[in-house]
């Protein structure tokens, strides 16, 4: 028997399974569990009839393309749809400024190869999107951690970090975003905080990874168009790489995100992905361009509103209910996310066997902080679950708790 | 305007755009013009009826999986019928042991990034796949190349690259071989050298990085089970990393490929794939689990091969007709390929603007090696264009020649 380990690149050596996915696994094995865990749209909201005829019509055969290797850049048409929705977003593109990604994950990783080396610095908030963290960790990239606070990063934390790495002889080449209804934490980056963020880029020569997926699930009661803004939007130096997704308005079966980048960067992009996968899936990009086309995402996109904000509504409202352990968190004015802190020495790692055993999972908070914080914090998801399973999965955590803070006080 | 060069990573530096991808933008840039430029399967021959079917009844809704994230080792239904397709050639697997990948690209990208750090050496064929030498660049490896003979690879040049980097001082850490009807030759590797070179691997403690997928598409005028089997089935030693895919049989429109490595191995490339795409399209992932179970797969195996057989005699056949410039080639015995050499005193490369004026394209040799050879060259893709196509496309190919012949004698 070989002993493998001798064959593994030092990256490899390095790589740790995302926490999330090894929720989804456990969470996998029983069935009876209600999962917190990981950030799955709701399948109920997908457009399943359309996506059925749009299927339909594309598979007669009578355009071979539509099962063929396409373009690496992506399929031009929906490329053209992208340019349109990012002027709808402010933020006017041109063509040669664009990259179609297979989903976000892979967008993370391109712009993580074409920019990072080992040991160059990428600022990152704390917490921030574990999908992220691997990317960023498998170049070998040094990331290091920002405070947050209600209204995002801390500036003068982040100005603090930056002369930190920099006495230390180092340079920090890159800033990870993501500025609207953050993974895990549900916050929003304010509107002046933005503004400064991109003065504070110029200044010190660092490019902007804006990830934007959850900008179109905002809630009626207290969003408005300016306070979701991308900072790509008011971009004059050519700082911000822009990331956004199909994902999570349509369905992640289809696995087709983008990047908007200054032209240079988008050709080794481009490059990158050659080696990566060729090109996304042509079938995926035509049904999610003829979604665009049809005006099924614009459809959607109240509906998922609503749908989200009534899950929100339900999971807060659970929580509230009744006596039981003190939470505190933000409320989350867009999104998946709802991100508690746990009653003093509970550790959210150490209570999650107990969790599991009541039948509720969730993600402990550790796995989204770089700097090994995030012990007393947990990620509640409650996009995927229905409302019931929602109420129920709470009362299971608040037990668990409880049991949790006991056990602990003998 | 920033310089954007400052900020790419020491790989982007060194990224290339691919051969292959260049002259498929070029010839899309011309409606009237025969290529023979990319890989491409047939789409005449997809089983476009039952993918339709096949996607109405997926899409209803039904299971809400269908267009959610999926496992990142791929969909388990799909991952038993993978095993099963393995035992069918004569290397039973175990589930620990495979991973789905988008696109056999995807899987040369994650075996490259688990196996591979900067410097390394992997030996490959001369020539051999430009895919391949893209994602081995990518990771900044260093790769030597080693001769091939009618049978394959030639053992006593394996041998004398193998002592000449160790003398440099350094280790080989893999050889990555094509077996069968190899992309860009068309060669198939001999049943004794496949023994030999399996030997050769226990004995100087590489990996071989098998990639299968063509096997399929053998001519039954002269190829027996025998002659495509697997190194993998007689890896006793587990010294073997399979790599195959559907994108050749059934379409690569959906990206569905995968590995079959040491259970270790495959555990790392599954992190690796989660910081890459996080799960392979999961609509494509059940579209093709179909095709194998409803025996779509297995029905459309030998009309691909009488196909793409037609095309290959058509191809050979107007190259020989008539009189005209004396081009060389071995006969290939299945796969999309032929590699023709050009007559004494043409460049392949330098050649290629005078045949895309007469209308025609092809990938130029150097491509395909990793020591600047290749230059008298090219390969011809009979694969896509259809028989008229390839008969006017040769026409087109040999007048280029002849004249490019004629302005070098002048």
Known sequence: MIDYSRFLSRSAERMK?????????????????????????????FAWADFQEIAQRLLTGQDGNVLQYGPTRGYRPLLECIAAIMESRAAPTSIDRLIVTTGSQQGLDLVARVLLDPHDVILVELPTYTGAITAFRNVMASMV???????????????????????????????????????????????????????WAERRDVLLIEDDPYR?????????????????ADDEGGRVIYMSTFSKTLAPGFRVAWIDAPAAITAKLEIAKQAADLCTGELDQRVVFEACRQGILDRQAPLLRAHYQEKRDAMIAALREGSG??????????????WPTLPEGIDAQQMLPRAIERGVIYVAGEAFFVDGGGNRQVRLSFSAPIIDHIREGVQRLKAAIAQEADARRR
Do not use: H
């Open 216 to 232: 179109d699930l905002y809630f009626g009661d207290s969003v408005t168009q300016d306070d979701i803004r991308p900072m790509r």
């Open 325 to 338: 352990p003190e939470l505190r968190w933000i409320e989350p004015a867009g999104g998946f996310f709802l």
């Open 17 to 45: 399974e995302s926490e999330i996915r090894r929720m989804g696994t456990l969470a996998a094995q029983r069935r009876d569990i209600i999962s917190f865990a990981p950030g799955y749209p709701s399948p109920d909201t």
């Open 145 to 199: 951690g920002v405070r947050q606070e209600a209204d995002g990063l801390a500036l003068d934390d982040l100005e603090e970090t930056y002369q930190r790495v920099r006495v230390d002889g180092r340079r920090v080449r890159c800033l990870y975003l993501v500025p609207n209804f953050q993974n895990p934490t549900g916050l929003l980056i304010g509107r002046t905080k933005r503004r400064a963020l991109l003065e």
